[in-house]
């Protein structure tokens, strides 16, 4: 990203610069990043995050939505990572309910004793060899084994099984030819990009030492300080820091090599998805996550989601320095594998509302499987004369973001010869807090502090309770609509003030969910980048950059082409 024309004064910006000093310096605000910056900012901590681009616009936003204890790392051998998980996973249903939800997942399984003889195999191996299809049998030992991990002291119900004529009534829509579906539950998160953002407002609201900046990037290091450089102007500077922790994700290797370090940690392999606009398929589901292994062996869902239905995942290898984009051939593969489980229901290229891919911050895997590459983390740790401490973090994924930030706190905080002074188990994060447990409490809510019109349930759902405060704060000035009741001028002058809007994308891809629920149009963009443009100074050029910006990414990224006579330049 080249710097724009008539950039907004950056406030933040300025204040990082002319302090010049932070005792902790993240780089890299995906979750795992943010969770690093909120752990230590709690334990008074003195810290700066900074992305090169938007918070939470990498690995972090091309994710499955879900949060789940990974069933499947079983198989693995990988039983620490499961537990954590499975313990991580019910933990974010009570700290953050307003955006991670139970979900009810069936299997579909059509043989009983399938892949005995070659999951052993695959175990002891970690290669997967010739595909062949996991029968009820050995998914009935996986999902006993899952419970033990999974139950929360009785508060996750255990698996069940159903054979072939039970299922379809319940099910009918999903192949005949299936014997049983074997149903568990997890969890998903329906506003990933959303709970960062509430996580890194939970870490600059607990310590003044704490800030957070986008659009900002790492490009040096030496004994002068981490050399900083603005996106949005092409100004760079310097900070002193004690301690840098690297948590670029599938970048961590390229952010290395811009400080002065060869690696070769990373490996990282590239997932994608498809949305679709499909009431049909949407219907067929049940309400349910339908997740199976495909005929290639690969472990793929259908999931509804915001009134969609969304489809992945692929495994393939990537190279980080390239954009991931979803491909034609990706979207055959989906196309194939809902026909496996749902072949009575016919789908096409123009039910697809929305695409996305991003690649894993897996560890180099060498000839290791694809899908059998650890999904665990490890943190690595560099100290050269007269720098600081550099922690490069590898690995993770969305579901144990909480205990991941807290181990690398406490290396960051052994490194400082700090104690900790708080932990984050159980803390409720953002809008979680205070979140009405029932449906009668909801409405009671509500009606105290949004309203229980369209309007007000628009922000709950985006805000969970922070949209008291937003509601508020919207209450405040002069307001109007900017699309219909989903967003309005005030409500995008809280996201510039409170969020670091500084670009439309930033509001149509990750501040809401218009983009992934088809809802944006050529009209759409120019509304919003009008609405923005005297909240961040823009000129009409400005503007049409950023229209043309949002529209190329629109399409170039995923796929949705909103050529439109709306497009034209402002004069």
Not at 545 to 552: F, L, N, S
């Amino acid at each position: 990203m080249s710097p724009v024309s008539n950039p907004a004064e950056r406030e933040d910006v300025t204040a990082a610069r002319t302090s010049g000093r932070t005792t902790v310096a993240v780089i890299g605000a995906g979750i795992n990043g943010i969770s690093t910056f909120r752990d230590l900012a709690m334990q008074g901590v003195d810290v700066l995050l900074v992305e090169r681009n938007d918070f939470a616009s990498g690995a972090t936003a091309a994710s499955s939505h879900m949060i789940h204890g990974g069933i499947r790392y079983l198989e693995n051998g990988e039983f620490r990572l499961v537990k954590e998980s499975v313990q991580e996973r019910n933990g974010l249903l009570k700290i953050a309910p307003h955006y991670v939800k139970p979900l009810q997942t069936t299997i579909p399984i059509y043989s009983t004793f399938s892949g005995i003889l070659t999951a052993p195999l695959r175990f002891l191996t970690h290669r997967s060899g010739k595909p062949r299809e996991r029968g009820a049998f050995l998914i009935k030992v996986g999902l006993t084994l899952y419970d033990t991990f999974s139950r929360d002291g009785g508060n996750v119900p255990r698996h069940r099984f159903l054979g072939r004529k039970k299922s379809l009534e319940q099910l009918p829509q999903l192949d005949p030819n299936i014997k049983y579906t074997a149903t568990y539950y997890d969890a998903s998160v329906h506003d990933p990009e959303r709970l960062a953002l509430d996580v890194l407002r939970d870490g600059e609201s607990a310590h003044d030492g704490a800030r957070a900046l986008n659009y900002v990037e790492a490009v040096g290091l030496d004994a002068d300080g981490l050399l900083l450089r603005d996106r949005e102007t092409g100004d760079e500077f310097r900070v002193r820091a004690d301690v840098v922790v690297n948590a670029s994700g599938p970048w961590t290797d390229l952010t290395n090599e811009a400080l002065g370090t060869e690696t070769a940690f990373m490996g990282g392999t590239k997932g994608s998805h498809i949305v679709l606009d499909h009431p049909e398929l949407l219907d067929a589901t049940g309400g349910r996550e339908i997740f199976f292994e495909h005929s290639d062996g690969r472990i793929v869902l259908i999931y509804p989601l915001k009134g969609r239905v969304l489809v992945g995942t692929t495994d393939l290898e990537a190279d980080p320095r390239e954009p991931a984009r979803c491909t034609e051939e990706e979207v055959d593969y989906f196309f194939d594998l809902i026909g496996h489980v749902f072949p009575s229901i016919a789908v096409d290229r123009s039910q697809i509302v929305y695409r996305y891919s991003g690649i894993r911050p897996l560890p180099r895997h060498d000839d290791t499987a694809p899908g059998f590459v650890s999904r665990d983390y490890r943190i690595e740790r560099r100290k050269d004369d007269g720098q600081p401490t550099v922690f490069s973090l590898v690995g993770g994924k969305w579901t144990t973001f909480r205990a991941l930030g807290e181990n690398l706190a406490d290396h960051v905080l052994a490194e400082l010869g700090r104690p900790r002074i708080t932990g984050t188990a159980g803390v409720r994060i953002g809008g979680g807090n205070g979140y009405p447990k029932t449906p009668r409490r909801k409405l009671e809510w509500l009606r105290e502090n949004v309203g229980d019109d369209e309007r007000g349930r628009v922000l709950f759902t985006r805000y969970g309770t922070r949209a008291a405060d937003v509601a508020a704060f919207i209450a405040q000035g002069e307001d109007a609509p900017v699309i219909g009741t989903a967003l309005s001028t005030r409500e995008l002058a809280w996201m510039v003030e409170n969020e670091q809007v500084r670009h439309v994308a930033d509001v149509v891809f990750r501040r809401t969910s218009l983009a992934f629920t088809g809802d944006v149009d050529a009209q759409v963009i120019r509304s919003i980048a009008e609405a923005l443009a005297p909240l961040l100074d823009w000129d009409a050029a400005r503007v049409n950059v950023e229209i043309t910006d949002t529209a190329t990414q629109l399409r170039d990224d995923h796929g949705v082409d909103v050529s439109d006579s709306a497009l034209r330049p402002t004069r």
